[in-house]
């Protein structure tokens, strides 16, 4: 845990976890077992993300411990739906999704050359951004029915085809593609889906950039 680079495939077991849900997700949740199936992969994709930032202890523990009471509720939630066990399941993996994202970034946007791993950790931290903004309107929308409308569709009552919805709603609003198609309709919804795309903007500028001047900086040293 003390080396930046004892694992350089550390964030690569993490993004290939979290590609597998991205795809498996819409073929599997239809079938009986499809939940289970998927609640499994977001078991590993939490448990990658905690063996990613195994490098620093504090955030290991806390990430470990966070990890463990979040797949402890979402088997719980799939065992006995529940509305408050529904935003206490929820609420809890934006709070570790965040804190897995701020530790990833923390070593991405370090010092140091820029690695495969630190590509890798920075696609990751992209990626799970757009998951914790599932899981907040998700919350929202069980604090709050009706936060959201489909133009196409209503949004699913069944909890996983809802995020699955609502997850296709945060990767486009993270890109500011806006379709168009699921629109948020109160003021806490539509706050969410405003820091969003703000914030899917500045990743990539602060993120190029910053790689871009590591680069050009530890590019110099081996070149002298």
Known sequence: MNGADDNPRRHLWLLISLVCIFIISPFVAPYY?????????????????????????????FGLSLTIFSVGTTFWLAAAPNHWLVVISHGSLVIV??????????????????????????ICAYLLLGYAWTFAYSVIEELQPGSFASSGSPIP???????????YFSFVTLATVGYGDIVPHTPAARTMALLE???GQFYLVA??????????????????
Request: net charge positive.
């Open 157 to 167: 009552d069944d909890l996983v085809g809802r995020v699955m919805q609502l997850r």
């Open 197 to 199: 795309a703000m914030l």
């Open 97 to 122: 999704i965040l804190l897995f994202v701020t530790a990833i970034l923390s070593y991405v946007l370090g010092s140091g050359k820029v690695t495969l791993d630190r590509i890798y950790g920075a």
């Open 33 to 61: 077992y499809g939940p289970s199936v998927l609640n499994v992969i977001a078991a590993i994709v939490l448990l990658s993300a905690t063996y990613a930032v195994s490098r620093r202890r504090s955030f290991f523990i």
């Open 207 to 224: 993120l190029v950039g910053r790689l871009v001047g590591l680069h050009i900086v530890h590019g110099g040293e081996r070149r002298d």
